[in-house]
């Protein structure tokens, strides 16, 4: 406004009034007249304005930088300071005890300074250290169960629960191992996996019989033999006063058609018939069927003292004498005709005592 009085005044002492005669003049002067006051007024309008905003934008982007570095500022301190101060690895909060203990308002704003400051090179420290932390965890778990397996090793030592000695076991106990694998495979018809826990189990334990006799079991019906004979072999040799293995034996080549072989093997001992009657039978029978009938007869007879009652040992007895006296084979017969009840039994025996009546007079004649 000061400018436009300027320019008024200005006019009045130039005389000229609105209405003047001088302002009557032509229409061209008076137009560029007032054209040129116009533009000087506009002009220094302009530039009034223009200095009023630029003073106006300097002072407010002074107030803005100061109240934004405020706000700015005081966040980061707080969201840095707190989490530090709960830090057991930050070193900065035993300071900052230390100055609010002195009370010295100095060395607190120079404390938050310090804060301020390191919590703006906090970001690059942080990311380094979360890594080195999370690799220290891992550590410290894996170094525990360490720890206490040396501490475990330790106490078991004196206790010797813990103990990484290898167990000694006994004989019978490694043997009891392989029985159960022996078995359980045979089930799964792996033979070849049963047969080799059945020699484990014996190796460690070689009398042990039952084991034996499964071996060979086992072996002769793989059709194996002669290692079934020399597995029962082993075993009678260990102990002579045990029968069973011979006798087993003996059936073995009684099946392989060697009688002749398995009567050799049951003559080679002689238990007694009470005990062993199935040995003492066997041993019988088998010399009739190779045509011994004296070693028959007498193996019989040894059953006749062992069990009398038995009619059955009266027959055999009277079979193989019929073949090389049959005069003694009548008595046999006799004998056995009062204690067997069999009805077709009794009904051969009373065809074999007719058959030895009706050869009597033949012989005498």
Same mark, same amino acid.
């Given at each position: 406004m000061s400018v436009i009085n300027k320019v008024l005044k200005d006019l009045d002492r130039r005389g000229q009034q609105p209405f003047s005669k001088n302002a009557a /003049?032509?229409?061209?002067? &008076? &137009?560029?007249?007032? &054209?040129?006051?116009l533009w000087l007024l506009a002009s220094l309008i302009v530039i009034t304005l223009a200095?009023?905003?630029? %003073? %106006?934008? /300097? /002072?407010d982007d002074d107030v803005m930088t100061v109240t934004e570095s405020e706000a700015a500022d005081m966040p980061l301190v707080q969201e840095r300071v707190e989490p530090l101060v709960d830090s057991s690895a930050f070193t900065v909060p035993t300071e900052r005890a230390d100055a609010q203990e002195t009370g010295s308002r100095e060395q607190t704003v120079i404390d938050q300074n310090n804060l301020a400051s390191v919590a703006v090179s906090e970001p690059i420290s942080e990311a380094k250290r979360v890594p080195e932390s999370k690799e220290v965890e891992p550590k410290a778990v894996e170094e525990e169960p360490?720890?206490?397996?040396?501490?475990?090793s330790d106490k078991a030592e004196p206790s010797g629960e813990f103990s990484k000695q290898p167990v000694q076991l006994s004989p019978a106990e490694i043997a009891e191992q392989h029985i159960e694998k022996a078995q359980k495979a045979q089930q799964q018809g792996r033979l070849t996996s049963a047969e080799e826990h059945w020699r484990k189990a014996l190796a460690v334990t070689p009398d042990n019989k039952n084991v034996r006799k499964k071996l060979a079991a086992l072996q002769f019906g793989r059709n194996k033999v002669s290692q079934a004979l020399t597995t029962l072999e082993a075993g009678f040799k260990r102990d002579p006063s045990d029968f069973e293995f011979r006798l087993l034996s003996a059936r073995i080549l009684e099946k392989e058609a060697r009688p002749a072989a398995a009567l050799s093997l049951l003559k080679q001992a002689t238990p007694n018939a009470a005990d062993y009657p199935d040995y003492v039978q066997k041993q019988a029978l088998l010399a009739q069927e190779v045509g011994d009938y004296q070693t028959a007869a007498n193996t019989y007879q040894r059953l006749i003292v062992a069990e009398p009652a038995q009619g059955r040992w009266y027959l055999g007895k009277a079979l193989a004498q019929q073949e090389f006296a049959p005069q003694t084979a009548l008595a046999s017969y006799e004998e056995a005709l009062t204690r067997i009840t069999h009805r077709p039994t009794v009904d051969f025996i009373h065809q074999q005592i007719a058959l030895l009546e009706a050869s009597e007079p033949a012989g005498e004649q």
């Open positions: /003049s032509s229409a061209v002067e &008076r &137009r560029g007249s007032h &054209r040129f006051g200095l009023v905003f630029f %003073w %106006w934008q /300097s /002072s360490e720890s206490t397996a040396d501490n475990s």
